[in-house]
């Protein structure tokens, strides 16, 4: 059975950094992908970025690129995301998702367009102006 656990939510300044943890069991990281998506108040959930750890395939947003980094530590199974130079519009509730990944001839491959199967509880970021 799946499960991701996210923590390391809160409140930080606009400018300031977090980093969200996953805690992932339950799954084999080489073939899967992990995703991170967010929803805003009153707003659709949507998808920002995703990482396949074998093969270091990442994918991002252009509205993260350049601020939010995934990166994943192999020996406790956890997914980090890394955000830097954080904004207002920021201001969600982060959700980490795994979802096979796509093998392609160039390796395993991620897109967090695609749907994901497995979720986390969520943790709250907000960012104050």
């Known amino acids: 059975q799946v499960q991701l656990v996210e923590s390391g939510g809160g409140l930080v300044q606009a400018g300031g950094s977090l980093r969200l943890s996953c805690a992932a069991s339950g799954i084999i990281f080489s073939i899967n992908a992990m995703g991170w998506y967010r929803q805003a108040p009153g707003k659709q959930r949507e998808g920002f970025g995703c990482?396949?750890?074998?093969?270091?395939?990442?994918k991002y947003a252009d509205s993260v690129k350049g601020r939010f980094t995934i990166s994943r530590d192999n020996a406790q199974n956890t997914v980090y995301l890394q955000m830097n130079n954080l904004k207002p519009e920021d201001t969600a509730v982060y959700y980490c998702?795994?979802?096979?990944?796509?093998?392609?001839?160039?390796?395993?491959?991620?897109?967090?367009?695609?749907?994901?199967?497995?979720w986390g509880q969520g943790t709250q970021v907000t960012v104050s102006s």
């Open positions: 990482f396949v750890s074998s093969s270091g395939h990442t």
């Open positions: 998702a795994a979802e096979p990944a796509l093998l392609t001839e160039s390796g395993f491959v991620c897109d967090y367009r695609l749907p994901f199967d497995n």
